[in-house]
């Protein structure tokens, strides 16, 4: 009989619930899960296959559909709106109008709510930035000019803070694609000696498939990485730099 393989997102519940210090029994009784499949991959050792998944939505609430709805809460959010701006209402009028639409308005009010359940947080909330030990480190990407074998080249400077001691760490790149994202941080945690229980981030292509802040959606490989090593994702919100405050401030 081959092995249970679960879902990327449950392997994460798993790793995060483990070394939080949660048992193996108390977490196979609140997943639902076997102990056996429990202990297989709290260790983190055994890894589960990242595969797509699909939700079941109407057929003209495509991606890009859903897209459009996210980036219409975010500029509600950009704008520091103390009301609700875009009702589902105005959400299908704009797809209409802009994107050529020709879905039902109710499919539109259904997906919108749906993302709002899917996405909400409390609104205008404070995020502090006084921390905890092992809390957070914060990262981020910058440029400079180097000079390799007497050419002066463009490098990519990976820097990463420590939110409570402020100890730091910068290393250069030749390249800012996704290997290079991955490699730095497994580096920091070496260098810091531990994982911190959540990494703050801007909104960069290496690290989100869609969506910004708190509607960001991360790439599967991102996801993957996080969920291994058992810390929790945190992008910073649009136009919101106090929330990267050190590392944006180096």
Same mark, same amino acid.
């Given at each position: 009989?081959?092995?249970?393989?679960?879902?990327?997102?449950?392997?994460?519940?798993?790793?995060?619930?483990?070394?939080?210090?949660?048992? @193996?029994?108390?977490?196979?009784?609140?997943?639902?899960?076997?102990?056996? +499949?429990?202990?297989?991959?709290? #260790?983190?050792?055994?890894?589960?296959?990242?595969?797509?998944?699909? #939700?079941? +939505?109407?057929?003209?609430?495509?991606?890009?559909?859903?897209?459009? @709805?996210?980036?219409?809460?975010?500029?509600?959010?950009?704008?520091?709106?103390?009301?609700?701006?875009?009702?589902?209402?105005? @959400?299908?009028?704009?797809?209409?109008?802009?994107?050529?639409?020709?879905?039902?308005?109710?499919?539109?009010?259904?997906?919108?709510?749906?993302?709002?359940?899917?996405?909400?947080?409390?609104? =205008?909330?404070?995020?502090?930035?006084?921390?905890?030990?092992?809390?957070?480190?914060?990262?981020?990407?910058?440029?400079? +000019?180097?000079?390799?074998?007497? =050419?002066?080249?463009?490098?990519?400077?990976?820097?990463?803070?420590?939110?409570?001691?402020?100890?730091?760490?910068?290393?250069?790149?030749? +390249?800012?694609? =996704?290997?290079?994202?991955?490699?730095?941080?497994?580096?920091?945690?070496?260098?810091?000696?531990?994982?911190?229980?959540?990494? @703050?981030?801007?909104?960069?292509?290496?690290?989100?498939?869609?969506?910004?802040?708190?509607?960001?959606?991360?790439?599967?490989?991102?996801?993957?990485?996080?969920?291994?090593?058992?810390?929790?994702?945190?992008?910073?919100?649009?136009?919101?730099?106090?929330?990267?405050?050190?590392?944006?401030?180096?």
């Amino acid at each position: 009989m081959k092995g249970v393989i679960i879902e990327l997102d449950i392997y994460s519940a798993i790793r995060l619930r483990y070394t939080e210090g949660e048992s @193996i029994r108390s977490i196979s009784q609140s997943l639902g899960i076997s102990r056996q +499949t429990v202990k297989k991959y709290c #260790e983190g050792n055994t890894h589960p296959d990242v595969r797509k998944t699909y #939700e079941r +939505t109407s057929a003209v609430i495509t991606s890009d559909v859903e897209s459009f @709805i996210l980036s219409c809460f975010i500029e509600d959010e950009t704008e520091n709106l103390k009301k609700q701006k875009h009702t589902a209402k105005r @959400i299908y009028d704009r797809l209409v109008d802009e994107q050529s639409f020709t879905g039902s308005y109710s499919s539109v009010r259904d997906a919108v709510r749906r993302l709002r359940v899917n996405h909400a947080v409390p609104p =205008q909330s404070d995020i502090p930035l006084t921390y905890d030990p092992g809390e957070a480190m914060q990262i981020d990407w910058g440029e400079a +000019t180097a000079y390799l074998d007497g =050419q002066k080249v463009k490098v990519y400077l990976f820097c990463a803070r420590l939110c409570n001691s402020c100890d730091i760490l910068v290393q250069a790149y030749q +390249t800012q694609n =996704q290997e290079a994202f991955l490699e730095a941080q497994q580096r920091a945690f070496d260098f810091f000696g531990g994982v911190p229980r959540r990494v @703050i981030f801007d909104n960069a292509k290496v690290a989100l498939k869609e969506g910004f802040g708190l509607y960001a959606k991360p790439q599967d490989k991102y996801l993957s990485f996080s969920a291994h090593y058992a810390f929790t994702l945190d992008f910073c919100n649009p136009a919101k730099g106090n929330e990267k405050g050190l590392v944006g401030a180096t």
